[in-house]
Structure formats: C-alpha cells, structure tokens
C-alpha cells in the first residue's frame, strides 16, 4: 500500500515563509511527476507547482517568484518552500505524485496540510 504523508503546514505571519514536505511510502517501484495542490474555502482545488522527472518544474502564475518545489528522489520526498505568503496562499495543501507500483503508474494523494497566512 502507497502512502503520501505531508507535514509542514502551520500559521505564519504575512510575508512569511513556511517548508512542506511529502513523503511517499511503501511498495514504490518508482515515481513519475510530483506536484502540490491547493483549496481554499469555496472554491476548486488549483495546482501549486509541478515537478517532472527531469526536475523540470511549473508553477501557478500566482506563486512564480515566491514559491520553489524541489524532489528528493533517494527519499521519495517532494518539498514547496514557500516564501513572501500572503493571506490569499491560506489553503490546504495537497501533496499528488504518479506512482508505479507495478504496470501503469497510478496517482495518489496526501490527506492535505493547512497553511494560514494570517497576521
């Protein structure tokens, strides 16, 4: 069984910086993309940032500049150091990755992290 666990999340003053980070366990044979997500109250779940394979990245326009998503392979872990919140970041965050545990690589999802940008 696959798990994606996130940790991270808090209150932080505007202009503020916070690290999450998600790690996946389990039978992993490997995994393919990596991203994290994010919702806020009333409204759809949007993408934060991506990270490929090649560590080729995308961000929200929302966050360019301010947000940085890296991987570390060895450790299945993917982080989004967050920096310059503002109270519009305030969301659950969303760890995704597509796993391969055998045949076709399947996506999985963290049970989120809350981050408040709150003075």
């Known amino acids: 069984q696959v798990q994606l666990v996130e940790s991270g999340g808090g209150l932080v003053q505007p202009g503020g910086s916070l690290r999450l980070s998600c790690a996946a366990s389990?039978?992993?044979?490997?995994?393919?993309?990596m991203g994290w997500y994010r919702q806020a109250p009333g409204k759809q779940r949007e993408l934060v940032a991506h990270i490929f394979n090649d560590g080729s990245t995308n961000y929200a326009d929302s966050v360019k500049g301010r947000f940085t998503i890296s991987r570390d392979n060895a450790k299945n872990t993917v982080y989004l150091q967050m920096n310059s919140l503002k109270p519009e970041d305030t969301a659950v965050y969303y760890c995704n990755a597509y796993i391969r545990v055998f045949g076709t690589p399947v996506n999985y999802w963290g049970q989120g992290t809350q981050v408040t940008v709150s003075s």
């Open positions: 389990g039978s992993i044979f490997s995994i393919n993309d």
